[in-house]
């Protein structure tokens, strides 16, 4: 067996581990409260599957993680923004409300989670497709913004992916009118960190984040918290566990305050 072949073998066992298979049983461990539970999870893209499984299964220990989203969504969208036409596209809204069907009417999952910042968009258009099924549906960014919003004070809202930009901003708004609070935000995108998550260097990623995080805050010492606007951006916790030691500032993110959410909606 050559090295190559070994890392292979490893790749598989490893990403087996964290995403398991399809299986009609309970977990075979977890929180009582949450064995047997089913979660829908509508992602913007397939290889977007592993970050939900990981962080899904550290929040939501017991759950069974059901997933849908492939490439195609993300193209279509990406290919939108760049032509300075709306992201994300009708079809993309569409698609997203039939994958939701697919998963309470063939999984009977008991929650449907939207991880794409790009497709938050899609939230009313399925919330309304599930209201007969009385399956709640879930942004897993606006546990986030809730919590920027109640912290008060100016928010930095960070990017790595340009059509994520726009639909993030306007959570944020929509989140703060349903609140009644005013808020103030600034936002960077760091497109070298979305360079680097590309082609596998997670370690140059955070370290981009980290360096653009913190010039900002330098630049504008007024920010009372950080916004991370993409579920892929989670793994900058795990280079930086203590955001508030590291950088002086909470930093919040969708992997956690999303995932988080669901676990006080699933256990009611």
Known sequence: MTSSDWDAVRLFADYLRVT?????????????????KR???????????????????RYLPGVHLINVGNEAVQI?????????QPAPPQSNIDTFTR?????????????????CSTMNRA?????????????????IDRPMMERA???????????THGPTVASTQALLRETADASAQAVSFCGITVAEAWRRLAVGDVEGHNAALSAAIRAKL????GIDCVVLA??????LLLSYPDPVVEFGVPILTSGQCGFEYVRSLLTG
């Not at 009977?108 to 991880?115: E, S």
């Not at 939230?123 to 942004?139: R, S």
């Not at 330098?218 to 010492?221: Q, R, V």
């Not at 993409?230 to 793994?235: I, R």
């Open 218 to 221: 330098a630049e504008e010492p």
């Open 99 to 115: 994958y939701a069907r697919d998963l309470v009417e063939l999984a009977h999952v008991n929650a449907v989670l939207i991880t």
């Open 149 to 159: 919003v109640k912290r008060g004070g100016r928010v930095l809202v960070v990017a």
């Open 230 to 235: 993409q579920l892929s951006m989670t793994v």
């Open 123 to 139: 939230y009313p258009a399925v919330q309304q497709a599930l209201k007969p099924y009385g399956v709640p549906v879930v942004q």
């Open 76 to 84: 279509n969208f990406m290919e939108a923004h760049a032509q300075g």
């Open 39 to 57: 979660l829908g999870v509508l992602n913007g893209s397939s290889w977007i599957t592993l970050w939900s499984n990981l962080f899904g299964h």
């Open 20 to 36: 398991g298979v399809a299986h009609i049983d309970p977990e075979p461990a977890g929180d009582p409260a949450l064995r047997g």
